[in-house]
Protein backbone atom coordinates (compact mmCIF):
# COMPACT_ATOMS: atom_id res chain seq x y z
CA UNK A 1 0.00 0.00 0.00
CA UNK A 2 0.89 3.47 -0.12
CA UNK A 3 3.44 4.91 2.36
CA UNK A 4 3.14 8.03 4.15
CA UNK A 5 6.28 9.84 5.81
CA UNK A 6 5.86 12.88 8.07
CA UNK A 7 8.78 14.65 8.92
CA UNK A 8 10.16 16.14 11.57
CA UNK A 9 8.30 13.84 14.14
CA UNK A 10 8.71 16.51 16.92
CA UNK A 11 9.39 19.96 16.94
CA UNK A 12 9.47 22.56 19.53
CA UNK A 13 9.31 26.22 18.95
CA UNK A 14 9.29 29.56 20.87
CA UNK A 15 5.98 31.53 20.33
CA UNK A 16 6.11 33.69 17.13
CA UNK A 17 8.12 31.58 15.28
CA UNK A 18 7.50 30.35 11.83
CA UNK A 19 7.91 26.29 10.80
CA UNK A 20 7.01 24.18 7.93
CA UNK A 21 6.39 20.55 7.97
CA UNK A 22 6.72 18.06 5.82
CA UNK A 23 4.19 15.18 4.19
CA UNK A 24 5.99 12.71 1.91
CA UNK A 25 4.06 9.84 0.05
CA UNK A 26 4.67 6.53 -2.27
CA UNK A 27 2.19 7.17 -5.03
CA UNK A 28 0.13 9.02 -6.83
CA UNK A 29 -2.64 10.29 -4.80
CA UNK A 30 -6.04 12.33 -5.17
CA UNK A 31 -6.99 13.39 -2.48
CA UNK A 32 -4.60 14.79 0.25
CA UNK A 33 -5.49 16.62 4.03
CA UNK A 34 -3.82 18.03 6.67
CA UNK A 35 -5.38 17.70 10.50
CA UNK A 36 -4.59 19.12 13.73
CA UNK A 37 -5.27 17.08 16.74
CA UNK A 38 -5.34 19.23 19.82
CA UNK A 39 -3.89 18.07 23.08
CA UNK A 40 -7.26 16.52 24.00
CA UNK A 41 -7.82 14.94 21.50
CA UNK A 42 -10.08 16.11 18.48
CA UNK A 43 -8.93 15.97 15.45
CA UNK A 44 -9.52 19.55 13.20
CA UNK A 45 -9.49 19.66 9.51
CA UNK A 46 -7.70 22.23 8.23
CA UNK A 47 -6.92 21.60 4.50
CA UNK A 48 -8.07 19.54 1.94
CA UNK A 49 -5.58 20.23 -0.99
CA UNK A 50 -4.48 17.28 -3.43
CA UNK A 51 -2.49 19.81 -5.37
CA UNK A 52 -1.82 23.82 -5.35
CA UNK A 53 -1.65 26.08 -2.37
CA UNK A 54 -3.99 27.34 0.08
CA UNK A 55 -3.87 29.65 2.49
CA UNK A 56 -6.01 30.10 6.21
CA UNK A 57 -4.63 32.80 8.75
CA UNK A 58 -1.37 31.85 9.72
CA UNK A 59 -1.80 28.47 8.30
CA UNK A 60 -0.64 27.59 4.37
CA UNK A 61 -0.33 24.17 2.49
CA UNK A 62 1.41 23.34 -0.64
CA UNK A 63 1.11 20.48 -2.34
CA UNK A 64 3.31 18.99 -5.62
CA UNK A 65 2.01 16.00 -6.52
CA UNK A 66 3.81 15.22 -9.23
CA UNK A 67 6.92 15.26 -7.02
CA UNK A 68 4.88 13.34 -4.39
CA UNK A 69 4.94 15.79 -1.12
CA UNK A 70 3.04 18.44 0.70
CA UNK A 71 4.33 21.15 2.98
CA UNK A 72 2.19 22.55 6.14
CA UNK A 73 3.39 26.24 6.70
CA UNK A 74 2.68 27.34 10.52
CA UNK A 75 3.65 31.36 10.73
CA UNK A 76 3.75 33.61 13.95
CA UNK A 77 3.35 30.46 15.71
CA UNK A 78 0.94 30.47 19.22
CA UNK A 79 0.70 28.31 21.88
CA UNK A 80 -2.44 27.18 21.02
CA UNK A 81 -1.09 25.50 17.68
CA UNK A 82 0.79 22.79 19.96
CA UNK A 83 -0.55 19.55 19.27
CA UNK A 84 -0.13 16.60 16.56
CA UNK A 85 -0.29 17.56 12.78
CA UNK A 86 -0.89 14.32 10.75
CA UNK A 87 -1.33 14.22 6.86
CA UNK A 88 -3.83 12.03 5.25
CA UNK A 89 -3.67 10.35 1.62
CA UNK A 90 -6.64 8.79 -0.17
CA UNK A 91 -6.36 6.89 -3.61
CA UNK A 92 -9.10 6.64 -6.03
CA UNK A 93 -12.25 9.07 -5.71
CA UNK A 94 -14.36 6.78 -4.28
CA UNK A 95 -11.80 4.61 -2.87
CA UNK A 96 -12.20 4.93 1.29
CA UNK A 97 -9.30 3.89 2.86
CA UNK A 98 -7.19 6.78 3.95
CA UNK A 99 -3.78 6.16 5.21
CA UNK A 100 -1.90 8.48 7.37
CA UNK A 101 1.56 9.81 8.61
CA UNK A 102 2.51 9.19 12.00
CA UNK A 103 2.49 12.52 12.51
CA UNK A 104 4.46 15.68 13.89
CA UNK A 105 4.54 16.86 16.96
CA UNK A 106 4.39 20.41 17.87
CA UNK A 107 5.25 22.29 20.79
CA UNK A 108 4.74 25.75 20.83
CA UNK A 109 6.18 27.79 24.41
CA UNK A 110 5.64 31.02 25.53
CA UNK B 1 -25.67 22.21 12.38
CA UNK B 2 -24.04 19.97 14.32
CA UNK B 3 -20.65 17.41 14.30
CA UNK B 4 -20.06 13.99 14.02
CA UNK B 5 -20.67 12.60 17.84
CA UNK B 6 -19.91 9.69 19.79
CA UNK B 7 -20.81 7.55 22.23
CA UNK B 8 -19.56 6.66 24.74
CA UNK B 9 -17.28 9.22 25.36
CA UNK B 10 -15.16 6.58 27.54
CA UNK B 11 -15.67 2.53 28.23
CA UNK B 12 -13.81 0.65 30.43
CA UNK B 13 -14.45 -3.42 30.70
CA UNK B 14 -12.94 -6.08 31.33
CA UNK B 15 -11.38 -8.99 29.04
CA UNK B 16 -13.48 -10.98 27.27
CA UNK B 17 -16.40 -8.85 27.27
CA UNK B 18 -18.28 -7.53 24.13
CA UNK B 19 -18.84 -3.94 23.77
CA UNK B 20 -20.29 -1.42 20.97
CA UNK B 21 -19.44 1.96 20.32
CA UNK B 22 -21.73 4.35 18.26
CA UNK B 23 -21.39 7.13 15.93
CA UNK B 24 -23.55 9.62 14.50
CA UNK B 25 -22.27 11.40 11.39
CA UNK B 26 -22.87 14.72 10.04
CA UNK B 27 -26.86 14.62 8.65
CA UNK B 28 -26.41 14.07 4.67
CA UNK B 29 -22.76 12.41 4.56
CA UNK B 30 -22.09 10.18 1.79
CA UNK B 31 -19.43 8.52 3.44
CA UNK B 32 -18.35 7.09 7.17
CA UNK B 33 -14.77 6.16 8.43
CA UNK B 34 -13.88 4.26 12.05
CA UNK B 35 -10.54 4.28 13.09
CA UNK B 36 -8.34 3.61 16.08
CA UNK B 37 -5.12 5.53 17.80
CA UNK B 38 -3.65 3.97 20.51
CA UNK B 39 -1.86 6.20 22.81
CA UNK B 40 0.67 8.23 21.06
CA UNK B 41 0.16 6.48 17.50
CA UNK B 42 -1.32 7.38 14.54
CA UNK B 43 -4.56 6.71 13.55
CA UNK B 44 -5.22 3.13 11.76
CA UNK B 45 -7.97 2.90 9.24
CA UNK B 46 -10.78 -0.15 10.30
CA UNK B 47 -13.72 0.23 7.77
CA UNK B 48 -15.17 2.39 5.43
CA UNK B 49 -19.00 2.81 4.22
CA UNK B 50 -19.82 4.92 1.41
CA UNK B 51 -23.68 4.72 0.44
CA UNK B 52 -25.03 1.42 -0.31
CA UNK B 53 -21.88 -0.02 -1.76
CA UNK B 54 -20.28 -2.80 0.39
CA UNK B 55 -18.04 -1.54 3.20
CA UNK B 56 -14.56 -1.80 2.59
CA UNK B 57 -13.29 -3.91 5.94
CA UNK B 58 -9.47 -3.96 4.85
CA UNK B 59 -8.68 -2.40 8.09
CA UNK B 60 -10.49 -4.64 10.60
CA UNK B 61 -7.86 -6.49 12.74
CA UNK B 62 -9.61 -9.74 13.59
CA UNK B 63 -13.08 -11.19 12.98
CA UNK B 64 -13.76 -10.08 16.57
CA UNK B 65 -14.35 -6.22 15.04
CA UNK B 66 -17.30 -5.90 13.25
CA UNK B 67 -19.50 -2.73 11.76
CA UNK B 68 -22.71 -1.78 10.49
CA UNK B 69 -24.28 1.36 9.11
CA UNK B 70 -27.88 1.42 9.26
CA UNK B 71 -30.34 3.58 6.78
CA UNK B 72 -27.31 5.13 5.83
CA UNK B 73 -26.35 6.96 8.98
CA UNK B 74 -26.01 5.70 12.58
CA UNK B 75 -23.13 3.15 12.65
CA UNK B 76 -21.83 0.87 15.44
CA UNK B 77 -18.85 -0.71 15.37
CA UNK B 78 -18.55 -4.30 17.72
CA UNK B 79 -15.98 -5.76 19.36
CA UNK B 80 -16.24 -9.13 20.98
CA UNK B 81 -14.49 -11.04 23.54
CA UNK B 82 -12.14 -7.76 24.05
CA UNK B 83 -8.52 -8.39 25.17
CA UNK B 84 -6.35 -5.91 26.44
CA UNK B 85 -4.52 -4.93 23.10
CA UNK B 86 -7.94 -3.38 22.08
CA UNK B 87 -7.33 -0.41 24.09
CA UNK B 88 -7.51 2.72 22.18
CA UNK B 89 -9.54 5.42 21.44
CA UNK B 90 -11.56 4.67 18.26
CA UNK B 91 -12.73 8.02 15.78
CA UNK B 92 -15.40 7.90 13.64
CA UNK B 93 -15.06 10.54 10.60
CA UNK B 94 -17.90 11.39 8.39
CA UNK B 95 -17.32 12.64 4.69
CA UNK B 96 -19.24 15.00 2.61
CA UNK B 97 -18.60 15.62 -1.31
CA UNK B 98 -18.56 19.17 -2.26
CA UNK B 99 -17.41 19.49 -5.59
CA UNK B 100 -14.43 17.94 -6.00
CA UNK B 101 -13.75 18.37 -2.19
CA UNK B 102 -13.40 15.27 0.59
CA UNK B 103 -12.91 16.48 3.69
CA UNK B 104 -13.33 14.23 6.64
CA UNK B 105 -14.58 15.49 10.09
CA UNK B 106 -13.89 13.42 12.94
CA UNK B 107 -15.72 13.26 16.35
CA UNK B 108 -14.24 13.07 19.79
CA UNK B 109 -13.35 9.46 19.97
CA UNK B 110 -14.29 6.79 21.94
CA UNK B 111 -11.38 6.10 24.36
CA UNK B 112 -11.41 2.28 25.21
CA UNK B 113 -9.68 0.38 28.47
CA UNK B 114 -10.28 -3.47 28.51
CA UNK B 115 -8.62 -4.66 32.52
Known amino acids: GIQVEQSPPDLILQEGANSTLRCNFS?????LQWFHQNPWGQLINLFY???GTKQNGRLSATTVATERYSLLYISSSQTTDSGVYFCAVLRGTNAGKSTFGDGTTLTVKP | GAGVSQSPSNKVTEKGKDVELRCDPI?????LYWYRQSLGQGLEFLIYFQGNSAPDKSGLPSDRFSAERTGGSVSTLTIQRTQQEDSAVYLCASRRRSGRSETQYFGPGTRLLVL
Open chain 1, 27 to 31: DSVNN
Open chain 2, 27 to 31: SGHTA
Open chain 1, 49 to 51: IPS
